[in-house]
């Protein structure tokens, strides 16, 4: 059973940092690419970060500089460290495959107050 578990969002303030994490189910976890995905209300989901399963990252312009995606692979876990943040940022996160898979996870909530 696939399951996708995100934890770790909030409510800071513009310039703050927060670190999400997301639990993965070893069965799909360790043969792909990893992202983190974000939808703002009224807007389409977005991949804002990846990561191969031999670490190799890509970001979406409006993050790269200030976000980190990694992963753990022995606790089948990736995790997005937000710096900067900006209101813009604002949005519910998800973790899922590259390209993503049928099941989403709850996500968590990212609010960033200016």
């Known amino acids: 059973q696939v399951q996708l578990v995100e934890f770790g969002g909030g409510l800071v303030q513009a310039g703050g940092s927060l670190r999400l994490s997301c639990a993965v189910s070893r069965s799909i976890f360790s043969v792909n690419v990893m992202g983190w995905y974000r939808q703002a209300p009224g807007k389409q989901r977005e991949l804002v970060a990846s990561?191969?399963?031999?670490?190799?990252?890509n970001y979406g312009n409006s993050v790269k500089g200030r976000f980190t995606i990694s992963r753990d692979n022995a606790k089948s876990t990736v995790y997005l460290q937000m710096n900067s943040l900006k209101p813009e940022d604002t949005a519910s996160y998800y973790c899922?495959?590259?390209?993503?898979?049928?099941?989403w996870g709850p996500g968590t909530q990212v609010t960033v107050s200016s």
């Open positions: 990561i191969s399963s031999g670490g190799s990252t």
């Open positions: 899922n495959t590259v390209p993503q898979g049928l099941h």
